[in-house]
């Protein structure tokens, strides 16, 4: 059964910064490219990033180019999503996904909250 948690969201000040984790099971998790989304109030759910297998990034949003990074752990099952400099427009509920045959499989998210 696949199935992947994100954890780590909570109320930070902007200018601060948080990691995100996205703890995945149920696949070969060292084959697959992870995808992180987030989803503001109001708004639909936005494409933030993207990790290769590898760990290469091939893919930033523009708005969180040289505030965000991405990592991933292959031998723990875990992606990682690095936020530094947060700010206020970073708020909102965080996913990660996985595609396998076809199908998209999404943990359930956490929500980041960037105010003062």
């Known amino acids: 059964q696949v199935q992947l948690v994100e954890s780590g969201g909570g109320l930070v000040q902007p200018g601060g910064s948080l990691r995100l984790s996205c703890a995945a099971s149920g696949f070969t998790f060292s084959n697959y490219g992870i995808y992180w989304y987030r989803q503001a109030p109001g708004k639909e759910r936005e494409l ?23 990592s991933r752990d292959n031998a723990k099952n875990m992606a990682y999503l690095q936020m530094n400099s947060v700010k206020p427009e970073d708020t909102a509920s965080y996913y990660c996904k996985v595609n396998l045959g076809g199908n998209a499989y999404w943990g359930p998210g956490t929500q980041v909250t960037v105010s003062s």
């Open 48 to 70: 933030v990033a993207r990790v290769e297998p590898s760990g290469i990034v091939t893919y930033l949003v523009n708005s969180v180019k040289g505030r965000f990074t991405l």
